[in-house]
């Protein structure tokens, strides 16, 4: 899946995700914001983490340097999935698929995928302001579409 898409798609992708690496302290910005916006979709999540189901996302949440290192993780992966897209891309299948066999004993359920997709588009997009255009929002729907499909083709494998 993930090799079908068009060099444009891709391109798009990774020229929106430059301009959000040059941000300062993008990591945890952009993290935070998007498990932010996770826990807000599928406030279930946060019993993945630890975190108590009713805890308040937007306050107490940000605070933990638990929560903040995992939120800098998730974007330091994202990182390394991106710049696979082009040359790695078979590798990045096969650590696509054992990330998603892996998440099953995590409890992650192949239903919260769609609403993590939303809420990394909407962190991207939190980074980027005016800058993110109709055009980006496509084509991370699409990149992140295909690198989702292959970790929940893992999980219904595995389950």
Do not use: C
Not at 1 to 26: F, G, K, L, Q
Not at 120 to 149: H, N, P, R, T
């Amino acid at each position: 899946m993930v090799a079908d898409m068009s060099y444009s798609t891709v391109s798009n992708v990774i020229d929106s995700w430059e301009e959000v690496r040059r941000i300062p302290s993008y990591e945890e910005k952009t993290g935070v914001a998007l498990f932010k916006k996770l826990f807000e979709l599928e406030p279930e999540a946060k019993v993945i983490f630890g975190f108590d189901k009713n805890m308040d996302v937007s306050s107490e949440l940000a605070k933990s340097p638990r929560f903040i290192k995992h939120a800098k993780y998730f974007i330091q992966m994202i990182d390394k999935a991106l710049g696979m897209l082009g040359p790695d891309i078979e590798l990045l299948t096969e650590i696509l698929l054992d990330l998603g066999a892996k998440h099953v004993g995590y409890g992650v359920k192949p239903e919260y995928f769609p609403s993590m997709g939303r809420a990394l588009i909407y962190a991207v997009k939190e980074q980027l302001g005016d800058k993110f255009s109709e055009e980006m929002k496509d084509a991370w729907v699409e990149v992140y579409g295909a690198l989702s499909y292959d970790m929940i083709r893992a999980q219904k494998i595995k389950r």
